[in-house]
């Protein structure tokens, strides 16, 4: 591989802290990376497995976005709370349209919103992609794990997934019994919004002692009454709810009066309490916090099509864990994302620990795991540089809620169980909120996502004059609105495709056709128009009063 640019070891970076990413003319190593002979395509040299190219991968390519001093997509990332007791004290709503960025943050890395795929994705035929698409890379992919003496990670394994719904009961939980629980939400906007180009869902497992009730059972089997009891109970904390609905539980089988109305009945709403149940018991409730041992997988797919339906695909792009292996106290976490400011102020850069087949370690209790798609398609664990990308959503942002995103979204209750599915499910508003947050967004950001770069959205939601048309949007429901025709599905998925042939993820994941126009490719924050103070969004929350 002689032909291979190291653009950075990753060794003497680490040693030395030191860089800068010269670019050399040079050929790629395996596939192929698309050089246009125009001059105007970006430059992207294949960058090896052990290089650090981007030191500030961090930095979503969202953040890059040209707000042209009114339009804000940032919002749902940068966030600061009075909320003296909220774990999350990132506190970085000033980035709202601010482009402080370090010198190495400056430059656009993601280039591949840059290139012009037209003409490949034109090579690709409809009947190909859709035979790519609907083909399994997960099963195979499992059983690749399962069987590797080698691997010392977790294995993050549903039997069925690529089936998506079909794996679960249609109250969410695994048919496999593994413990794991799908459950419906609404997507952050907009990255998974399927007509952005991806489809996903997420499930999430609680520790054993959370699934069973010895007090009832005598024995560790598994007690659904008791899961679906400590999953509304996390639920409430998450949301700050002082009751939820649940499926009928027994309260016999969790040997506790739930309702406190001095009987042992089958109940349908329980409220908060101070601890979890069953053997779980001894377990205490931690505003916006998940028990040590939280999991969640994330799959990440292909916009599907089955009988002109929108649908996650059977193949994966992605898989995405998390565990979390720490539960740091509120005063703890706040003295941990002191240290993350202190560094920053001092111009460091971010580094992570490698767990190797573990993840990465986010620093405030989370490993974080990623998969992704060689060439051929087969899932792949990713490299550092890959899973340094995961590190800024899910540690140092200001709205997630214990760096997660999707549960706190749940559709609240009895209802919120079950796989992913946006038909019928409505756009509600954001807590604090009376507006549908969808339509909000659209306004504020005055695009259908955050590069104000999807025609098609502009032609079904925008009124010719570039304001939103509110009537179409709030007769809507979630299905309608973030959907994708089926042949705006198949383009993306094309497009996305060719990055996985070139496995030029450094260079981005977003699946985009033609170059985007309003994200800077570097930036001048000294020249960059601020946002206006009119167009801040305060405090926003990501959880949604359904
Ligand atoms: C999808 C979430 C998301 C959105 C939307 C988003 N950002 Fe970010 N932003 C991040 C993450 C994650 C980081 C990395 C945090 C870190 O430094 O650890 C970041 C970092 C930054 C930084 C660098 C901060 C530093 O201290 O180095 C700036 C500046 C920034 N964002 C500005 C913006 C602007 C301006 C927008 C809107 C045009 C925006 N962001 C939209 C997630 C987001
Ligand atoms: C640009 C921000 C961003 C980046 C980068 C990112 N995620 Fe996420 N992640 C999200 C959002 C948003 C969700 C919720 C899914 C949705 O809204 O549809 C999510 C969900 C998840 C979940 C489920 C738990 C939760 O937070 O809801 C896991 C696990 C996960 N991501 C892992 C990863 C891994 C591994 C990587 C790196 C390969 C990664 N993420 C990179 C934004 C991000």
């Known amino acids: 591989m002689p032909d291979v640019i190291r653009i950075f070891p990753l060794i003497t970076l680490l040693l030395a802290g030191c860089g800068g990413d010269e670019e050399a003319n040079l050929a790629p190593e395996g596939g192929s990376l698309a050089q246009s002979a125009s001059g105007s395509e970006p430059y992207r040299p294949q960058v090896a497995a052990d290089t650090l190219y981007n030191r500030e991968a961090v930095i979503p390519p969202q953040c890059y976005t040209k707000t042209e001093g009114t339009r804000n997509p940032c919002y749902t990332c940068h966030q600061s709370y009075d909320d003296a007791t909220r774990p999350n004290k990132m506190a970085d709503g000033f980035l709202q349209g601010d482009y402080g960025f370090s010198d190495v943050g400056v430059e656009n890395h993601w280039k591949n919103l840059f290139v012009d795929r037209r003409d490949e994705v034109a090579a690709i035929s409809d009947e190909a992609i859709i035979n790519y698409i609907q083909s399994d890379n997960y099963t195979a992919f499992i059983k690749g794990l399962k069987n590797d003496p080698d691997w010392s990670g977790p294995v993050p394994a549903i039997d069925g997934l690529a089936e998506g719904a079909a794996a679960f009961d249609n109250q969410g939980l695994a048919l496999d019994g593994s413990g794991w629980v799908a459950f419906n939400y609404k997507p952050l906007p907009s990255t998974f919004w399927p007509t952005n180009g991806s489809t996903d869902d997420v499930m999430i497992r609680l520790p054993k002692p959370f699934r069973t009730a010895s007090c009832a059972t005598g024995t560790d089997a598994f007690s659904r009454d008791a899961y679906f009891a400590n999953l509304a109970v996390l639920e409430m904390a998450m949301k700050d709810l002082s009751t939820i609905s649940t499926l009928p539980i027994d309260e016999n089988a969790v040997c506790e009066d739930l309702n406190d109305d001095g009987v042992l009945t089958m109940v349908q709403e329980i409220p908060a309490r101070d601890h979890y149940l069953g053997d779980a018991a001894s377990e205490p409730v931690a505003r916006m916090s998940y028990p040590e041992g939280t999991q969640f997988i994330h799959t990440v797919r292909y916009v599907g099509l089955d009988n ?239």
């Open 308 to 546: 002109g339906k929108i649908t996650p695909s059977r193949r994966m792009k992605e898989v995405r864990y998390m565990k979390k292996v720490k539960a740091y106290s509120t005063p703890a976490l706040a003295s941990l994302y002191g240290n993350e400011r202190q560094e920053k102020m001092e111009g460091m850069l971010p580094t992570f620990v490698d767990h190797g087949d573990k993840g990465l370690n986010n620093g405030l209790g989370w490993e974080v795991l990623g998969f992704i798609e060689d060439s051929e398609g087969e899932l792949r664990k990713q490299t550092y540089q890959e899973q340094m990308f995961c590190m800024g959503c899910h540690g140092t942002i200001g709205t997630t809620i214990d760096q997660t995103f999707a549960f706190p979204r749940k559709v609240t209750g009895a209802e919120g169980w079950g796989y992913i599915n946006f038909e019928g499910m409505k756009d509600a508003p954001s807590v604090g909120e009376t507006e549908p947050e969808i339509l909000q967004y659209l306004q504020r950001v005055g695009g259908g996502n955050e590069f104000r770069a999807n025609p098609e959205m502009r032609d079904r939601w925008f009124l010719p004059d570039g304001t939103v048309d509110e009537s179409a949007v709030r007769g809507a429901d979630v299905y309608t609105l973030i959907t994708p025709s089926p042949g705006r599905a198949l383009s993306l998925n094309k497009a996305y495709r060719v990055i996985v042939q070139e496995q030029s993820f450094a260079y981005g994941r977003d699946a985009t056709v033609t170059p985007v126009k309003n994200v800077f490719r570097s930036v001048d924050p000294e020249a960059a128009p601020p946002l206006e103070e009119s167009a801040r969004i305060d405090h926003w929350d990501l959880r949604l009063a359904w």
